[in-house]
């Protein structure tokens, strides 16, 4: 069986390191359970929120989040976050180059856009960004998923995956969210597609071994 893993915005613009943006609960600390993520899959996909100053959706503040918006492709409210060319669109220390994983996505780059999953770059996914094809043509069963924020873009590319008929598995140590209440109602909505939810390496690894011995 053919394994994946896949980098949600692992981006500063999520951490403590961008506290002006959209900061993660502990958001930096994923990157050793990415790495192992990654040890575990023969590619590692990755992705990045690439969102323009000017975007239609953004506030001044945080008291201002989460507001509807009636654009087809935005449908609320955030402060400015992970602009190129700022500190926080960078990946976190110690994460590969874009250039260096073997297929990675940047996202949300039109001013009117602002996807959560990895898989479109539209909220009616229509428009594709290469990743379902890629695996596709690569042959791959199983995805491991981690990223930020659990939530919001963890949550809906782990379903996009898995509406692709994809095994996908959700490394949790890998995850970070922007509210309990956020991450309990996320896990519902994966549990209840078939993803499967592994709490640390060892449900991970079991996982996995049960996929191999009815999808070699």
């Known amino acids: 069986m053919k394994i994946a893993s896949f980098d949600v915005d692992a981006q500063n613009g999520f951490t403590a390191h961008a506290p002006q943006e959209l900061p993660v609960p502990d958001g930096e600390q994923i990157v050793p359970a ?10 590692r ?24 918006l009636a654009l087809p492709d935005a449908d609320l409210t955030w402060v400015s976050h992970c602009v ?41 996914e229509r428009r594709s960004t290469g990743v379902i094809e890629f695996l596709k043509v690569q042959q791959v069963q199983a995805i491991i998923v981690g990223g930020l924020a659990l939530d919001y873009c963890v949550r809906t590319t782990a379903l996009q995956l898995r509406r692709a008929g994809f095994e996908v598995l959700l490394y949790l140590p ?29 449900a991970l690894d079991s996982h996995l071994g049960q996929l191999k011995e009815t999808r070699p």
């Open 84 to 124: 190129p060319g700022t500190p926080g669109f960078a990946l976190l220390p110690g994460l590969p180059a874009p250039i260096d994983y073997d297929y990675f996505v940047w996202k949300g780059v039109e001013p009117d856009l602002h996807p959560y999953g990895a898989c479109y770059h539209d909220l009616a």
């Open 45 to 68: 996909l990755g992705s990045k929120d690439a969102h323009p100053a000017n975007a239609a959706w953004v506030v001044a503040n945080h008291e201002q989040m989460l507001q509807p």
């Open 174 to 202: 890998a995850c970070r969210a922007l509210s309990v209440a956020g991450a309990q109602a996320a896990c519902a909505d994966m549990a209840a597609a078939g993803i499967h939810l592994c709490a640390d390496p060892q």
């Open 34 to 43: 990415l790495d192992a993520m990654a040890l575990r899959a023969s590619l």
